[in-house]
């Protein structure tokens, strides 16, 4: 199985970013997915999630900002991220969500860089 995160880069406070998350060797349908961040030195978080029926959560500090969304069909989950601060600059992953962990190996994840 690998997930394969995709989408960020460096773009200013202020601005958008769409990251994507495509799945091999597994199917996602049946799965909640999240994303998570890891900032410089700090632990791995859980930002926002998606259950298989389409119900959302986030973290306080994205909610209004970030949207999780999924595409079956094609495998994948979204992450769209609006009003970007500095203060969500990191390492952006995907996996799969369950009550005892992740459910995958991590993979390389994408940065994301906001500058003030």
């Known amino acids: 199985v690998q997930l394969q995160a995709s989408g960020g880069g460096l773009v200013q406070a202020g601005g958008s970013l769409r990251l994507s998350c495509a799945a091999s060797g597994t199917i996602l349908i049946t799965k909640t997915m999240a994303w998570y961040r890891q900032a410089p030195g700090k632990q791995r978080d859980l930002v926002a999630s998606i259950t298989s029926g389409g119900s959302r959560n986030y973290a306080d500090s994205v909610k209004g900002r970030f949207t999780i969304s999924r595409d079956n069909a094609r495998n994948t989950v979204f992450l769209q991220m609006s009003s970007l601060k500095p203060e969500d600059t990191a390492v952006y992953f995907c996996?799969?969500?369950?009550?005892?962990?992740?459910?995958?190996?991590w993979g390389q994840g994408t940065l994301v860089t906001v500058s003030s």
């Open positions: 996996n799969a969500d369950t009550q005892y962990g992740v459910l995958y190996p």
